[in-house]
């Protein structure tokens, strides 16, 4: 059974940086592509940034040049480097393939963003 635990969230001021993790089992993870997706109250989860099983990288808009995917197959890990964070990035933070498979969706980590 696949799961997936991310962790690293908590609360930060504007500007500052945090560095999210996802740890995975039950599956072979480097044959999957993989994503960080984000929830923010009232909105649809949406996918923040992307990573390719030859760790090549995507980024939304919201991201570029602030978040940093990456990922260790050896340690069946996701990374995501966040920094220059503003309150718009106050959100519940998750990990899933990409594209993601419904029932592997974890309890994700909150992020907050507020001085």
């Known amino acids: 059974q696949v799961q997936l635990v991310e962790s690293g969230g908590g609360l930060v001021q504007p500007g500052g940086s945090l560095r999210l993790s996802c740890a995975a089992s039950?599956?072979?993870?480097?044959?999957?592509?993989m994503g960080w997706y984000r929830q923010a109250p009232g909105k649809q989860r949406e996918l923040v940034a992307s990573?390719?099983?030859?760790?090549?990288?995507n980024y939304a808009d919201s991201g570029k040049g602030r978040f940093a995917i990456s990922r260790d197959n050896a340690k069946n890990t996701l990374y995501l480097q966040m920094d220059s964070l503003q309150p718009e990035d106050t959100a519940v933070y998750y990990c899933?393939?990409?594209?993601?498979?419904?029932?592997?969706w974890g309890q994700g980590t909150q992020v907050t963003v507020s001085s």
């Open positions: 039950g599956m072979i993870f480097g044959l999957y592509a």
């Open positions: 899933n393939a990409n594209p993601p498979y419904d029932y592997w």
């Open positions: 990573i390719t099983r030859g760790s090549s990288t």
